[in-house]
């Protein structure tokens, strides 16, 4: 029977037992109980290398593909990431350690959160090359912590790209995976954004580039 198109790529019924890269589900529920998440490498292998052949094919410039942490990690998933060679996007220090156990270097460990804490924003300058700040609030909070100067130590290896809010809303299967719209929370303004690089500049921080989101799962790429 062929491969059911919404299972993995292994996905195989065999002897009227569902399996995935041969591993019958019902015994793999019946050995570790359930709920059970499996992931299939040959599908995540396969979707790494479309991505990036995608990516290679559509824009001339210098890319990478990163892996969204806040899908799923654990040590095993960290490993598979940079066996891959992407970078991993993380939320705070809980993610960022668990990158850090699976093997992930430095420069491929990227700092993203709307609500960053102290200890996610120190985790993020001792260990991650790129830091994602969200909004003007994340600055005073480097500011008012005296975390500044740890992270002029760092700026040979760490980055900051300040997130702007791009102010258009692309179509979405829902409303709340919007983020890129004018009354989106996430991001900041063209203002603000002039206000954070002024900041940055006056500080001596090593800001070197612009994040935006438009949102998850859209297939429009005009809005762009």
């Keep these: ?15 009227d037992s569902l399996t995935i890269a041969g591993h019958s589900l019902t015994s ?41 942490g806040k899908a799923f990690l654990n040590t095993a998933i960290a ?24 093997g992930a270097t430095r420069e491929h460990i990227l700092v993203h959160g709307v609500n960053k804490s102290i200890a996610d924003l120190k985790s993020a300058i001792q260990n ?7 909004n003007i609030t994340e600055l005073r909070t480097l500011e008012s912590d005296s975390l500044l100067s740890n992270m002029r130590k760092q700026a040979s290896a760490l980055q900051i790209w300040l997130r702007l809010l791009p102010g258009v809303a692309v179509e979405t299967h829902h409303s709340h995976t919007q983020t890129g719209q004018h009354d989106s929370k996430f991001g900041m303004t063209r203002t603000e954004i002039l206000e954070a690089a002024a900041f940055c500049k006056s500080h001596n921080l090593p800001l070197s580039g612009i994040h935006f989101h438009q949102g998850s799962n859209f297939r429009d790429p005009i809005p762009l």
């Design 1 to 15: 029977m062929n491969r059911l198109e919404l299972f993995p790529d292994t996905t195989q019924i065999e002897n």
């Design 28 to 68: 793999l529920a019946d050995l570790y109980g359930t709920p059970l998440y499996i992931y299939d490498r040959a599908t995540m292998d396969n979707a790494a290398a479309g991505y990036k052949s995608v990516l290679a094919s559509h824009y001339p410039g210098p890319a990478s593909v990163t892996y969204a």
């Design 79 to 102: 490993q598979w990431t940079q066996e891959q060679n992407l970078f991993i996007d993380c939320t705070g220090e809980g993610e960022i350690a668990i990158a850090m156990a699976g």
């Design 128 to 134: 991650a090359g790129t830091l994602v700040v969200d």
